[in-house]
């Protein structure tokens, strides 16, 4: 398939649990293509420790949730 009409053509032929599956696989694939820390072996603990800081320090903080949205009450109350 190699344009985008076929693929939507294909899609259409797909049961419903097929095109949730689909969907799992391809929200699987778009996190996966983004920056991941790596940690190559020849690399020492140390520069890998110091790259993944560098790589979470790269992100952009998001609004976050209040506390009261992830306290002990509000998870089992």
Excluded at 33 to 60: C, M, N, V, Y
């Amino acid at each position: 398939m190699s344009t985008l009409a076929e693929i939507e053509k294909a899609t259409e032929k797909l049961s419903m649990e097929q095109k949730q599956q689909l969907m799992s696989f391809l929200g699987t694939q778009m996190r996966g293509s983004g920056s991941k820390p790596k940690a190559p072996s020849h690399l020492t603990a140390a520069k890998r420790a110091e790259e993944f800081k560098s790589w979470a320090a790269s992100h952009k903080g998001g609004p976050g949730l209040p506390d009261s949205a992830t306290s002990r009450n509000s998870i089992y109350g």
